[in-house]
Nanobody, 123 residues
């Protein structure tokens, strides 16, 4: 059973930084892709960043490119999302997701999801 547990959310001022963590367990993730998504109140869940666990290729939404960095620590089975220069529009619940299908990386049809962590950016 795949389990994804996010942590690291919180309240930060505009321009600040946060690092989200996603601890993955229950499988060998070497062939998986991992994604970060976010959902703001009244909006659809949207892709933020993705990474291929094996080769560490990374993918970003245009809205976060240059500000956010996704990475993974294979020894700890953990994926990170370093968020810099945060803006009020980054306020959302952030979700970690995992799937074996590489082609899914920017789409919402991941098989496994974490419970989410709240990020609030004050103006």
């Amino acid at each position: 059973q795949v389990q994804l547990v996010e942590s690291g959310g919180g309240l930060v001022q505009t321009g600040g930084s946060l690092t989200l963590s996603c601890a993955a367990s229950g499988r060998t993730f070497s062939s998986y892709v991992m994604g970060w998504f976010r959902q703001a109140p009244g909006k659809e869940r949207e892709f933020v960043a993705g990474i291929r666990w094996s080769g560490a290729s990374t993918y970003y939404a245009d809205s976060v490119k240059g500000r956010f960095t996704i990475s993974r620590d294979t020894a700890k089975n953990t994926v990170y999302l370093q968020m810099n220069s945060l803006k009020p529009e980054d306020t959302a619940v952030y979700y970690c997701a995992a799937d074996q299908r590489v082609g899914i990386i920017r789409r919402k049809e991941y098989d496994y999801w974490g419970q989410g962590t709240q990020v609030t950016v004050s103006s």
